[in-house]
């Protein structure tokens, strides 16, 4: 199976940036198509952007000119996520677009706040 394992969330202001990271491993050679979700308490888990035949992307309206998702190795998935809004607060996981997903890994929380 392909093991996912997310890093690089933290506690930010509001109008900061971080850059997540995803690392997967296993029955893989390469990646071509990735996602990013986040889920907020209370809330469903959502797509916020993924990126297609490594190199079309695609973003949530929310988070339009504030993320960009890449492809940075055969094997490793980014979110530059930049201006944060409190309303980004949750946590975020990696996997494939769609509804042929991987097993999740544990995501990594990011917690905007002043």
């Known amino acids: 199976q392909v093991q996912l394992v997310e890093s690089g969330g933290g506690l930010v202001e509001p109008g900061g940036s971080l850059r997540l990271s995803c690392a997967a491993s296993?029955?893989?050679?390469?990646?071509?198509?990735m996602a990013w979700y986040r889920q907020a308490p209370g809330k469903q888990r959502e797509l916020v952007a993924a990126?297609?035949?490594?190199?079309?992307t695609m973003y949530a309206d929310s988070v339009k000119g504030r993320f960009t998702i890449s492809i940075d190795s055969a094997k490793t998935v980014s979110l530059q996520m930049n201006n944060l809004k409190p309303e980004d607060t949750a946590v975020y996981y990696c996997?494939?677009?769609?509804?042929?997903?991987?097993?999740w890994g544990q995501g990594t929380q990011v917690t905007v706040s002043s």
């Open positions: 990126i297609y035949n490594g190199d079309t």
């Open positions: 996997n494939a677009p769609g509804q042929s997903t991987y097993d």
């Open positions: 296993g029955r893989i050679v390469r990646l071509y198509n």
